[in-house]
């Protein structure tokens, strides 16, 4: 089955700089890889995805590059905010119905003031 | 759009005791909604698919009889947890998706249930 490894599990950046988070997946048939953030005490919330007949999408300050050939996606945050510490979640499926999803086990990003 | 809730969003019980969590879907149609379950620090773990109108399918090793879910409706699903014990004290998660086939799961605000 699919397994969905993420690094690095901590990340500390200074406010105003780029945080990037890496992720891994075995299964080739993966198609849709959503992010989420979750911070403490709340549920994720669903901030970017991307499938897998695009190679970058990019939402404002957050932007996802998927790399099929080596299965790897990435998130990148660029002038990073406080407000933006939380856990981050990737998650890879091969379901085109949402179902089957694999989580990444998670990084934490704290955001210097 | 695409906003999940979940009630209560904590409930501490007794041993013993059963205990149920609600999820709705407030704005779309969930004709499949998602329990997941989260201890400290750690990602989230299906648990089961709740479709509505048919039986949820389990993951292996999570026991059926002792979660009981029951999707009635293409807004509501529900989690019961049967005779809960203090290991069954976690973070309970739900997730809806979004018809069309897109395959997102919006998650609710999750439920911190704690057994005594």
């Known amino acids: 089955g699919e397994n969905v490894e993420q690094h690095p599990s901590t990340l500390s950046v200074q406010e105003g700089d780029s945080a990037v988070i890496k992720c891994t997946y075995s299964?080739?048939?993966?198609?849709?890889f959503p992010w989420y953030k979750q911070e403490l005490g709340k549920g994720p919330q669903l901030i970017i995805d991307i499938r897998s007949n695009v190679g970058e999408k990019k939402d404002q300050r957050i932007a996802v590059t998927l790399n099929k050939t080596a299965k790897h996606f990435s998130l990148h945050i660029t002038e990073t905010q406080p407000e933006d510490s939380a856990v981050y979640f990737c998650?890879?499926?091969?379901?085109?119905?949402?179902?089957?999803?694999?989580f990444g086990p998670g990084t934490r990003l704290s955001v210097l003031p | 759009g695409a906003v999940v809730s979940q009630h209560p969003s904590w409930v501490i019980c007794k041993s013993g005791t059963s205990v149920k969590i609600e999820c709705r879907s407030l704005d779309f149609q969930a004709t499949t909604m998602f329990w997941y379950r989260q201890f400290p620090k750690q990602s989230l773990m299906l648990m089961a698919t709740?479709?509505?109108?048919?039986?949820?399918?389990?993951e292996q090793g999570v026991e059926k009889d002792k979660f009981l879910i029951n999707h009635a409706s293409l807004t509501l699903s529900t989690l019961t947890v049967t005779s809960a014990h203090p290991e069954d004290s976690s973070f309970y998660i739900c997730?809806?998706?979004?018809?069309?086939?897109?395959?997102?799961?919006?998650f609710g605000p999750g439920t911190r249930l704690t057994v005594t």
């Open positions: 299964d080739s048939a993966s198609n849709y």
């Open positions: 997730s809806a998706r979004l018809p069309g086939g897109g395959g997102e799961q919006y």
């Open positions: 998650a890879a499926t091969t379901d085109n119905y949402g179902q089957n999803f694999v």
């Open positions: 709740s479709n509505e109108g048919s039986k949820a399918t389990y």
